[in-house]
């Protein structure tokens, strides 16, 4: 399954802050029980921050653009229900957003066997 929210109306302290950036690739993976395996990794560029965290099939990403107070998540599990619900909350809160936009797509889950 995949889930990507797209984040408006931020507050640029809390956008702009690595730690709390990742503790959003510290605690999704751990709250929807996807195996990491690498070190989140954070990434400055032009005013953007990237973090990304490498999931067994799939991955967690973050783009953050503080000075215009928008960011963009985008979870991606094989074969796994992620909340997207849950992820719209958070996200409102931990950020300061003032609106959160979610799409799910369902990636065939459960994987059917043929």
């Given amino acids: 399954m995949r889930v990507t929210c797209r984040g408006y109306g931020g ?23 996807l195996r990491v395996y690498g070190d989140p990794q954070i990434h400055r560029n032009d005013g953007t921050i ?7 099939r799939g991955h ?8 215009v107070g928008q960011m963009h998540l985008d979870v991606y599990a094989f074969n796994k229900r992620l909340d997207s619900k849950y992820m719209e ?25 043929r």
Avoid at 50 to 56: D, L, M, N, S
Avoid at 60 to 67: C, N
Avoid at 91 to 105: A, C, I, P
């Fill in 11 to 33: 507050n640029p302290e809390a956008l702009g802050s690595e730690d709390s950036i990742l503790s959003v690739l510290n605690e999704y993976p751990a709250k929807f029980e």
């Fill in 50 to 56: 990237t973090g990304f965290v490498p999931i067994v």
């Fill in 60 to 67: 967690v990403i973050v783009h953050v653009h503080p000075d």
């Fill in 89 to 113: 909350q958070d996200l409102l809160q931990r950020f300061g957003l003032k609106k959160v936009l979610s799409n799910e797509d369902s990636d065939g889950y459960p994987l059917y066997k």
